[in-house]
């Protein structure tokens, strides 16, 4: 149990990671701060076609918790934001608080990662705009029906970092499927992607009498199927992407005819071959590889359009929390749930790593540790199912959770039973409702046999 005062809130926290006495939990403080809020304040984010989420919530509104409120306020937006996605903030009820992240958000402000990323995701400028509360946006969400649809002659194609895979699925069986290697982020010319994933879908069409419909997933950022955001394609000049690649899918799937086609984030692919073999919706998924991926299948068994990229969403409170190089940010998932993670953690445990390691090494390195059962691996690995336990509480805040799919490197071998049974423990003791709703998963074999580029297959509707 440890005592914390972090900006004026006091909480106890039970269970915390034995290599990182300093985190705070974000959900924790969240609830201790709400315990002594009273002023209302909402916050919408509004994204693509007019899609616009409302958070209501509340805060001090006085002077003395002033740095707290602001706190509180900035963190809530940063999460909203990267799990929601938008291009436009409205604080609604408080100046001062909007006046905060108006400056913090702006172009050269201290978060001018997410003003830059947001912008080029929307192909719109990032924007603060303040609001009475009275003038909060009405609430408007997208909860795309897509995925489990079998019917007909399907291409189902999986864009991944180092290979392509493609099946052909024919009335929901899988008739064929390919795996090429291949390597998109290193290539600067966009006709190599395009003629890789053209190949792919050509074999897989080669196997069916007729092309029905193209399902694709694909690790990065898609709005109306088109591209803003993606890291396979990290080497093309920004000339050559906005010509070649936003529209790369769109082309390919054209070759084949004026059929339904639908592209989607991995993630979200991901949630939903774990949704499929589950039997079940409310499902997240959460890989913990090079970095934290994550995607969601809601109550409906829909993908909601949300960004989901929880890599960038803080989960810790601290001030002292690992920096995150590429956004600037601080206590953000990628260096809780990620290779960075154990490498951040291994030297905490006395594991000494070869710094001029690739991450992805060192990674093995605690692998091979924990595989002997060596103790100072398995802090390292306990103290991640901590950062999880405390986490899960704080998504089910925003994500309606009955399944939770735990993928990725971070998650295999012992390691990853380890991580599973103490972020059950935590769960048990400190959110023991969400305990009981919240079942942890890893894949089993069913999961295997959907496979990623199958479960894509079934995204498009056909319409007859």
Not at 61 to 76: K, L, Q, V, W
Not at 79 to 94: E, H, N, Q, S, T
Not at 400 to 412: A, E, F, I, N, Q
């Amino acid at each position: 149990m440890k005592h914390i005062n972090f900006l004026g809130i006091e909480f106890d926290v039970q269970n915390m990671p034995v290599l990182d006495e300093g985190f705070i939990p974000m959900h924790a403080f969240n609830t201790a701060f709400l315990k002594t809020a009273t002023k209302e304040l909402n916050i919408a984010v509004e994204r693509n076609a007019g899609y616009t989420s409302v958070f209501k919530t509340k805060i001090h509104g006085t002077e003395e918790m002033f740095e707290a409120d602001c706190f509180y306020a900035e963190r809530m937006v940063k999460f909203l934001l990267w799990a929601m996605g938008g291009y436009k903030v409205y604080i609604c009820g408080d100046k001062k608080i909007y006046e905060h992240i108006k400056k913090e958000y702006a172009k050269d402000g201290k978060r001018a990662f997410d003003f830059d990323f947001m912008s080029k995701v929307y192909e719109k400028d990032f924007e603060v705009l303040y609001r009475e509360l009275s003038e909060t946006p009405e609430e408007k969400i997208q909860s795309k029906s897509v995925g489990r649809n079998f019917d007909g002659c399907r291409i189902g194609f999986d864009a991944g970092g180092s290979d392509r895979k493609v099946s052909a699925v024919i009335d929901g069986e899988c008739v064929y499927s390919d795996e090429t290697v291949w390597l998109p982020k290193v290539t600067e010319d966009p006709e190599y992607h395009f003629q890789g994933i053209l190949d792919s879908m050509k074999k897989a069409a080669a196997k069916m009498p007729r092309v029905d419909a193209i399902g694709i997933s694909s690790a990065g950022i898609y709005v109306d199927n088109r591209t803003m955001v993606a890291s396979l394609f990290l080497a093309v000049p920004e000339d050559d992407f906005n010509k070649h690649v936003k529209d790369i899918y769109i082309r390919a799937c054209k070759e084949f005819g004026d059929i339904p086609f639908e592209v989607a984030n991995d993630g979200d692919v991901t949630a939903l071959a774990g949704a499929m073999s589950l039997e079940d919706t409310n499902v997240l998924g959460i890989a913990m590889g090079t970095s934290e991926a994550v995607g969601y299948v809601d109550g409906n068994g829909n993908i909601t359009g949300w960004l989901n990229e929880l890599a960038f969403a803080p989960v810790d409170a601290q001030r002292e929390a690992m920096v995150d190089e590429w956004s600037g940010d601080i206590g953000v998932g990628c260096k809780y749930f990620s290779q960075d993670s154990v490498n951040k953690l291994a030297p905490r445990a006395g594991i000494e790593l070869d710094e001029k390691d690739t991450p992805a090494n060192k990674l093995k390195v605690v692998q091979g540790l924990m595989e002997k059962d060596d103790e100072r691996a398995v802090k390292v690995y306990e103290s991640i199912g901590v950062y999880l336990g405390h986490t899960i509480a704080y998504y089910a805040d925003f994500y309606d959770l009955k399944h939770l799919l735990l993928l990725g490197r971070v998650m295999s071998g012992k390691g990853g039973d380890i991580i599973i049974r103490f972020a059950e423990k935590v769960l048990n003791e400190e959110y023991p409702e969400l305990a009981k709703k919240a079942e942890l998963h890893v894949p089993d074999e069913k999961t295997r046999r959907v496979g990623q580029s199958a479960a894509a297959a079934s995204l498009p509707k056909i319409v007859k």
